[in-house]
Each structure stands twice: as C-alpha cells, then as structure tokens.
C-alpha cells in the first residue's frame, strides 16, 4: 500500500491550497480515509476523514473551512482548504487502514503566513 500526498505549499493567511493523496495497493473504495496535521512541537491530530461511502467529518476548528472528498475511479483523496489561518500551518498526512495496518502518506507541508 503506497500513499503519495502532494499539494502543500506557502499561501498567506486567508488563502486556499488543495491537498491530493494518490492511493495504490489497495481497494480504495472500500477503505475510510483521513487527513491528520502535525504542527511545530505539536501532536499530529485528526483534520477530517471520509468513509468508503462518503460520510465526512471535521475537526472542529477546520469545519466550514475544509471540505475532504474521494474519486474512487482514480484512487484519489482530497483536502480543500479555504479561509487559511497561521494556525493551520502544519505537515499534513493522508492515512488509512488496511489489512489490520496502518498506512500514511510521506507527508505535504502546509506554511500559512500572517
């Protein structure tokens, strides 16, 4: 199972970025799906996930702001980011699970300037 996260960059605070993960090795439409973030010294957290029949959920502080999707036809996952703030800024991590494992993207920093 490979994921390949691409998407991130520098974007100043009220900007927007699109987030990709191209996911291989796996039935991709049947697997739930989620980003997570990890700030400077901070734990990486859960940003929002997308369930194999497209049920969203946010963490609280992105909600309304960033929207998750999936094209399963291309193995594809999502992260719009709209309404960018410094506080977002962070490495962000595409992630399921898969065969009784885990598996993560390499990663796409996110720097969001005030």
């Known amino acids: 199972v490979q994921l390949q996260a691409s998407g991130g960059g520098l974007v100043q605070a009220g900007g927007s970025l699109r987030l990709s993960c191209k996911a291989t090795g796996i039935n991709f439409k049947l697997h739930n799906m989620e980003w997570y973030r990890q700030g400077p010294g901070q734990e990486r957290e859960l940003v929002a996930s997308?369930?194999?029949?497209?049920?969203?959920e946010y963490k609280a502080s992105v909600t309304g702001r960033f929207a998750i999707t999936r094209d399963n036809v291309w193995r594809m996952l999502y992260l719009q980011m709209d309404s960018l703030k410094p506080e977002d800024t962070a490495v962000y991590y595409c992630h399921t699970r898969a065969r009784g494992s885990e598996f993560w993207g390499q990663g796409t920093m996110v720097t969001v300037s005030s």
């Open positions: 997308i369930s194999s029949d497209s049920n969203t």
